[in-house]
């Protein structure tokens, strides 16, 4: 089997449509797209659980799809997965809904997701959040962890959403540069 | 950067945002910043909420959601011109000060804290919360713990012209330290 790493997206396309099982050509549309379609669910599904069954229903989608030459621009074969993306993340966030109903219908207290993988040295990110000035760690926080819009925290703080959204930039900035590493933890 | 940054944070417009995902999902190195930025993302959410807490200046609806994520607070409010007796305890992750004053009108606040005769620490232009009209900040449990006996006096300051500044209230901290 012939290695696929870094051939073109339509190549991938093609060899994984020729009906020979190109193990080599699948795994390689895993690798390249499984930590895309893993940030899209995190984005859109807040949850480490959804965003892990979302790679996998896309990547089956996608590669089911491909077997049976059910992707017509092969060159588009990115905005075909997103596509899929967002169709996938749309039908769990209504199945999330329903099962919410339930749960509240019946009394069901279910556990908190298990914590996600330390990826970053949490004690050397937490000396960089106490070091940024006190606007920007309270813009930060309150975004990332209080999931306040910028609009929100604008009333909050009394500030213009464009003044949050400097104050934020400057903040994840600041942050990058004591961590020390531009692209930590994105594997 | 600001782009994705905007939009992980969810405050791009929705075309914007489609655009953002269009393009990460067809380009390499893009899709590496988007990780790297929502990797950084979900660190600063759990520093937040970490055992042992953290020093920040908060709204009260932040601090709604850390108590109901399970943090345990020591709470602090104090008026213009009171003494407080305060102090730590071995669970505690964040101790809360809320400062009151009359902060109508007043667009930008600086936070002087003195001990021993001289100046301890500051926040310059620390938020105010308006939901309630105060000044809340917090000293992570993890910190205070290691506070010794100490008579701590905090300055509400208002900036003004040339290097000048408005005392909005002053306050009087007495800490007992932690007897563990």
Redesign the interface.
């Given at each position: 089997m012939m290695a696929a790493e870094g051939i073109a997206d339509a190549e991938l396309v093609r060899r994984i449509g020729t009906g020979t099982s190109d193990k080599e050509a699948e795994a390689e549309l895993c690798r390249?797209?499984g930590?895309?379609i893993r940030?899209?669910g995190?984005?859109h599904l807040r949850s480490d659980a959804m965003a892990e069954d979302l790679v996998q229903q896309v990547l089956v989608l996608a590669i089911e799809s491909l077997r049976h030459h059910r992707v017509r621009e092969p060159e588009r074969l990115?905005?075909f997965?997103?596509g899929s993306c967002r169709m996938v993340a749309r039908d769990a966030r209504r199945g999330e809904a329903r099962r919410d109903r339930l749960l509240e219908q019946y009394g069901i207290r279910t556990e908190v997701a298990p914590e996600?993988k330390a990826?970053?040295d949490?004690e050397r990110?937490?000396g960089c959040?106490?070091k940024l000035?006190?606007?920007e760690?309270?813009?930060?926080?309150?975004?990332?962890?209080?999931?306040?819009?910028?609009?929100e925290i604008a009333?909050?703080?009394?500030m213009t959403?464009g003044n949050v959204?400097v104050v934020?930039?400057r903040a994840?900035?600041h942050?990058?540069e004591c961590?020390g590493v531009?692209?930590?933890?994105?594997s | 950067m600001a782009t994705l940054v905007d939009y992980w944070a969810g405050d791009a417009p929705t075309a914007d945002a489609e655009g953002v995902e269009e393009h990460a999902f067809a380009c390499e190195s893009c899709s590496r910043r988007l990780a790297a930025i929502a990797n950084l993302a979900r660190g600063v959410a759990r520093v937040a909420a970490i055992r042992g807490g953290i020093g920040m200046v908060v709204t009260q609806a932040l601090l709604d959601r850390l108590a109901a994520d399970g943090l345990r607070m020591r709470h602090y409010r104090v008026h213009p011109g009171e003494t407080v007796q305060c102090t730590v305890g071995p669970d505690d992750d964040l101790s809360v000060t809320y400062l009151s004053a009359d902060l109508r009108d007043v667009q930008r606040v600086d936070v002087v804290l003195h001990a021993h005769g001289k100046e301890w620490a500051r926040m310059d232009d620390a938020p105010i919360d308006r939901a309630t009209g105060q000044v809340i900040y917090t000293v992570g449990g993890d910190l205070a713990r290691t506070f010794p006996a100490i008579t701590v006096r905090v300055e509400l300051l208002a900036p003004e012209r040339e290097g000048n500044a408005r005392v909005l209230g002053e306050y009087t901290f007495e800490h007992t330290p932690f007897a563990g």
């Open positions: 390249r797209f930590r895309r940030l899209y995190l984005r990115a905005s997965i997103l996600p990826e970053l949490l990110l937490r959040v106490e000035p006190p606007r760690r309270t813009v930060i926080i309150l975004t990332f962890y209080g999931e306040r819009s910028g609009d009333a909050d703080l009394s959403l959204r934020r930039h994840v900035g942050l990058q961590i531009q692209d930590v933890g994105t | -």
